[in-house]
Every structure is written in C-alpha cells, then in structure tokens.
C-alpha cells in the first residue's frame, strides 16, 4: 500500500516537494487489532499546524514518517473481538491505503446510516466542532444574531445551519468568493453574507450588522477577528475555534488591536478543542442526525479521488478552493 511522508518541513505555504508519496509493505494485525483499507481520507486545517516543528496539542509529523489524519475505512483483516472483518471504522490513520490500527481506536459507523465520507464530515470531527463551539462554548442562546467566517467550509456551513436551527435570529457568513457567499444564502439559509476579499471586513460586517452580534464563531483569526470585536455587542461571546488566515504566516501576525473593549462590553473570548468535548458526542449524532434525515440540514463535500490526489486536496482546502469538507477517496 502507498502512504504519504513529510518530506520536509514547510517554511510559509506548503508545496508539493514537501511531501513523498511512498510504497509500503502491508502490515499484519497484532492481538487486538485490525487491519483498514481506507476508503476516504480526511484533510484538515489543524495539519499544516503538525507540519511544523514545534509543541502543540498535536504532535508534529515526523519527517519521512507516515503522516497522520482521519480516514473511514473497511476492516479486511482482523485480531480484534467485535470489530470482524466487513465492519466499518473511523480512525486516526489516514494518508495511506492499509493501516494496522488498535480496535480501541476504531469506531464502528454503519453506511447505511449515512455516505461512509460523512462520518469524517457532517456526522464527524468538523460536525462536531461546530456544534460544540456554537453551543457549548459561545452558548447561543435563541434571538441572537450570529457572525461566522469560513462560513462556507466544513465547519462554518454546519455552525451557520446549526444557528438557525436553534433559533439565532440572524446569521451571517463570511467567504472567500462572490460564489461560496451565495451558496451561504441560497443553500445554507444565511441571512446575509460577505465575501472578505471585497473590502475591509470590519466595514462589511457592520454593513451585514448594524445593531451588532451577539456570538462570533472565529475559523479565520487575523482581521476577522478584531471586527467580530468591534461589532460584539454587551455580554458577546466568541468561540475562537481557528486561524486559518495565519497557519502559514512565518512571523507572528499582530493581535486584535481593540482588546480595549472587552471590559466595557463584559465581552467572553473563548478557545476551545474539540477533542475535550466528546462527551457532546451522543447528543450531536442524534441532534444533527435527526436534522439530516428531516431535510433540514445540508452539507456539500468536495471529493479528490486518489491517494496521489492527497496533498493537492490538503493545499486547495487551504486555498480556499473547496467548499463543504474536502475529503480524498481511495477507490478499489
Ligand atoms: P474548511 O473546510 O473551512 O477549509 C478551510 C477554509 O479556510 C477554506 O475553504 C478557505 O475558504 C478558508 N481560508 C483559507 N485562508 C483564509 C484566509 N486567509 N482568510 C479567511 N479564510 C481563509 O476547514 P475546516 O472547516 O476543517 O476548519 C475550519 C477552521 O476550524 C480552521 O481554522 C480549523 O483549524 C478549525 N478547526 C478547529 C477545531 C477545534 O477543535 N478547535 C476542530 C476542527 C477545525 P475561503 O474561500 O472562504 O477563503
């Protein structure tokens, strides 16, 4: 099976040559393992951040090393009670054909219940992360006007939908195209968005707001952030959940420039990880399952078919080329 290396270590946006695309005997399963074809493979922000060679929450890739990510693949080989061969599993070894994985890492999904690809998706890590970071830590509460960037990604469609579904009063979105904006309305049900590359955001937002919002949920950082700032209004809160527009800066990008208003608005400024909140697990599958099955909740997945089509799925995502979860499937 091939298997995808880090090659070397990125300086500023990653290219191709940072990478090796590699061959690699099939492993066997050892007790209490399993042997996953991987039939998609998830590519995600937080990677280029494991690229790096400093500590974080994630570990950095090592060079000429598998790379790691979230895959969903079909159990061909199994040591492991309870998960037999034919099962299906999510996992944490992606960026390559054959994995040799620990049935304790593994968790059984059912395609019949929905596309193998949304468990890493709308049913997955992305789903999650919205819902936890629009509820739980920015704690919207029904009436309120919402703010969210990289609205028309992975994670930004699903918190947008989610925030009318839980009754915001009003949501807005930003993206990077005239055309993801108008998907943010049309598809998504967004009252109202804009796209950032058309002028200052802060601006553009007080335009989409003019009596202010009540929650930001932060994908991008950098400027949007410090006109969420500008525009949250007394008691505001915003869940930081990304910074996308910075993760390939080689110098630190400046701070939001008007902290100074937090005290006088008793603004809230909230990260979070998803990984702590998984205990929110059972009530997302059967909330946004529901929502799923009901219609009113909709996603889009962009689809790169091939192994070799890994790393060009990793750079488009982070271009800004991809709407909905970008995910590589691996054909057999
Ligand atoms: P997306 O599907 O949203 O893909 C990334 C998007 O970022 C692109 O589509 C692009 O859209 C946008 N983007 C790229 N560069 C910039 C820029 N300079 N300014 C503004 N937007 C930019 O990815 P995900 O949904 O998977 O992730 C979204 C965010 O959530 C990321 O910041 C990620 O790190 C974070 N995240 C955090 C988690 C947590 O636990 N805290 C868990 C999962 C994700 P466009 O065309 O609009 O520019």
Known sequence: ??????????????????????????????????????????????????????????????????????????????????????????HGLGWREYAVVDA?????VDPEQAPLSAYLGVLGMTGLTAYVGLLRIAELAPGETVFVSGAAGAVGNQAGQIAKLKGAARVIGSAGSDEKCALLVDEYGFDAAFNYKNGPVAEQLAAAAPDGIDVYFDNVG??????????????????????????????????????????????????????????????????????????????????YTGIDQAVAAFLGMLRGETTGKTVVALPE
């Open 104 to 108: 304790a890492q593994a968790a059984v």
């Open 222 to 303: 950098g400027e949007h952030l410090e006109a969420a700032i500008s525009s949250l209004r007394v008691h505001g809160r915003a869940a930081l959940c990304g910074a996308i527009s910075v993760y390939n800066d080689t110098e630190p990008a400046p701070g939001p420039r008007n902290l100074g208003l937090l005290v006088g608005r008793r603004i809230t400024l909230r990260g979070f990880l998803v990984g702590d909140h998984q205990d929110l697990r059972d009530d997302f599958v059967r909330e946004v399952g529901g929502w799923l099955r009901e219609g009113r909740l909709r996603y889009r997945e962009t689809v």
């Open 1 to 90: 099976g091939r298997e995808w290396q880090l090659a070397a270590r990125p300086h500023g946006w990653p290219t191709p040559a940072d990478f090796a695309l590699v061959e690699a005997p099939v492993p066997e399963p050892g007790p209490g393992q399993i042997l996953v074809r991987n039939l998609f493979l998830s590519v995600d922000p937080y990677m280029r951040g494991r690229m790096n060679d400093a500590k974080s929450y994630a570990p950095p890739y090592e060079l000429g090393k598998p790379m790691q990510g979230a895959a969903v693949g079909r159990v061909v080989a199994s040591e492991a009670e309870g998960v037999p061969v034919g099962a299906h599993v999510v």
